[in-house]
Each structure stands twice: as structure tokens, then as C-alpha cells.
T-cell receptor, first 111, second 116 residues
Framework: QKEVEQNSGPLSVPEGAIASLNCTYSDRGSQSFFWYRQYSGKSPELIMSIYSNGDKEDGRFTAQLNKASQYVSLLIRDSQPSDSATYLCAVIKEYGNKLVFGAGTILRVKS | GAVVSQHPSWVICKSGTSVKIECRSLDFQATTMFWYRQFPKQSLMLMATSNEGSKATYEQGVEKDKFLINHASLTLSTLTVTSAHPEDSSFYIC????????????FGDGTRLSIL
């Protein structure tokens, strides 16, 4: 079992729609969860961090965390073509400061 | 602006060559830095944790004699890919821990390594 799992996609949504990206993790003791956006050939860029159960909103982005289900999601409202990228879910496990990344979900927003 | 500078951004070299990649923290000290490798359409995989003044900690399956890491100062870590072969071609990214609790690490811009 991979430590952080994501559907590789691609996930295609029309411009203006809501894109929903999902992630599950295996270490139940994990405390910190992050969503990164990565354009081709570039380094990952942090979009959202979330630490407690529930929703966290920042502009068009909402992160959702459910520790009981070991599930993290990212919603992107009013999707734009510029949102087309690979979205990486990352987790810091219970002990240490290492980021463990999922394989990423490719998002394509069609105009 | 960038807080971690990585150089070079792109390297093409012949098989058997050794390649050095530099990672610098700008305006802050980093006693620890991380080195990742990313193959096409795959995720970032942590290769090793670089520790200032001591030996690097390598992840399971990473050859320490192949990937030499030196963290000689509080602002510079280097990764040397020794006797590189085509299978070492990848995107290498370094990072340094952040003091911002909402951002765990600052990433460099990455180095695209192509071995012919």
C-alpha cells in the first residue's frame, strides 16, 4: 500500500466548473496535510495546508480533511484553464519533518 | 522571491560524467536540506536528507556512493551524481525547511538532468 494515494487522472472539467481532487493516506498518526500544484518542468507550489478535521477555504480553493477516514480533498471552484496542472497531495507523518508525496492527479480545465 | 536557489536548472552530459547540483538557502540558514528525484509522470521521491556538518541520511534504496551529498555550510548543500548513466536522467529538486508553519519546505526550481 502506498503511503499517499491519488487517482492519476487526468481529470477533465470545463471552465467554470468545480474540480474535486482526492487523496488518501496510510499513516493514521499523520498530522499535517498539504496540496501542491506542479506545472510541467517546474517545482511544486504550495496551495493549501490543513491540520484539523473539516474544511479550510482560501479563495477558490477549499481543502477538506477527514482523519477518521484518512482522506484529504481539494476543491477548486470556478476552474480556469490556468489551473491545468498536476496536483500533489503531501503528508507529514506522525514523527519527523519529511514530506511524503502522492503520485499526483493531472487536472485539465477546458475552455 | 525565491528563498532557495538551485543551480544549474538544466544539464545535458555524456554517460560516465559526474554532475554536481547546488542548493542554496537565501537569507536564512538551513541545517537540513532535502533532495528529491522525480521521474516523468511520477511523484517526488525523497532521496536523502542533507545535514550540515554531518553525514546525509539516505532513504532506502538510494545508493549513497552514487549520489554524494555535501552540506558544508549553513546555506549550501550539493548533490553529486557520480558516473551518471541514462537511467539517472530525472528532475532533481532540493528544499529547505521553512519557519512558516503553514509551509513545511521551500523548494528550489529543480534541475533537469539528461544523460546521453
Amino acid at each position: 500500500q502506498k503511503e499517499v494515494e491519488q487517482n492519476s487522472g487526468p481529470l477533465s472539467v470545463p471552465e467554470g466548473a468545480i474540480a474535486s481532487l482526492n487523496c488518501t493516506y496510510s499513516d493514521r498518526g499523520s498530522q499535517s496535510f498539504f496540496w501542491y500544484r506542479q506545472y510541467s518542468g517546474k517545482s511544486p507550489e504550495l496551495i493549501m495546508s490543513i491540520y484539523s478535521n473539516g474544511d479550510k477555504e482560501d479563495g477558490r480553493f477549499t481543502a477538506q480533511l477527514n482523519k477518521a477516514s484518512q482522506y484529504v480533498s481539494l476543491l477548486i471552484r470556478d476552474s480556469q484553464p490556468s489551473d491545468s496542472a498536476t496536483y500533489l497531495c503531501a503528508v507529514i507523518k506522525e514523527y519527523g519533518n519529511k514530506l511524503v508525496f502522492g503520485a499526483g492527479t493531472i487536472l485539465r480545465v477546458k475552455s | 522571491g525565491a528563498v532557495v536557489s538551485q543551480h544549474p536548472s538544466w544539464v545535458i552530459c555524456k554517460s560516465g560524467t559526474s554532475v554536481k547540483i547546488e542548493c542554496r538557502s537565501l537569507d536564512f540558514q538551513a541545517t537540513t536540506m532535502f533532495w528529491y528525484r522525480q521521474f516523468p509522470k511520477q511523484s517526488l521521491m525523497l532521496m536523502a536528507t542533507s545535514n550540515e556538518g554531518s553525514k546525509a541520511t539516505y532513504e532506502q534504496g538510494v545508493e549513497k556512493d552514487k549520489f554524494l551529498i555535501n552540506h558544508a555550510s549553513l546555506t549550501l548543500s550539493t548533490l553529486t551524481v557520480t558516473s551518471a548513466h541514462p537511467e539517472d536522467s530525472s528532475f532533481y529538486i532540493c528544499s529547505a525547511p521553512s519557519r512558516d508553519s503553514n509551509q513545511p519546505q521551500h523548494f528550489g526550481d529543480g534541475t533537469r538532468l539528461s544523460i546521453l
